[in-house]
Nanobody
Framework: QVQLVESGGASVQLGGSLRLSCSVSGNSFSNYCMGWVRQPPGKVREGVAGIETDATTYYPDSVKGRFTISRDNVKNTLYLQMNNLNPEDSAMYYC??????????????????WGQGTQVTVSS
């Protein structure tokens, strides 16, 4: 079955940067709406970046201008570049997918395929 495997999580200081990666198995990567969703301990999930099948991207205000999502359809890999990190960005970050044969990706951060998560910790 399809597997999503995140990597790149680490502990960084305020203002630091990280790049998360998500490797996706299978042959349908180009048909997936993809996204990154984070969940701090004891708090609700928050979508932080989404990318459609045509590479259109979207972000919430909390990360806009600091985070950049991208995809490489040759490598079957999703990325999240995170810059100017602050402690509020500390969370488990999940790579997620939603199959779309039509190419339509609702910008709702609702996915049905999930990775195991990678931890991001930002200290002040």
């Amino acid at each position: 079955q399809v597997q999503l495997v995140e990597s790149g999580g680490a502990s960084v200081q305020l203002g630091g940067s990280l790049r998360l990666s998500c490797s996706v198995s299978g042959n349908s990567f180009s048909n997936y709406c993809m996204g990154w969703v984070r969940q701090p301990p004891g708090k609700v999930r928050e979508g932080v970046a989404g990318i459609e099948t045509d590479a259109t991207t979207y972000y919430p205000d909390s990360v806009k201008g600091r985070f950049t999502i991208s995809r490489d359809n040759v490598k079957n890999t999703l990325y999240l570049q995170m810059n100017n990190l602050n402690p509020e960005d500390s969370a488990m970050y999940y790579c997620a997918a939603r199959l779309s044969y039509s190419g339509y990706c609702p910008q709702d951060y609702i996915f049905n395929l999930w990775g195991q998560g990678t931890q991001v910790t930002v200290s002040s």
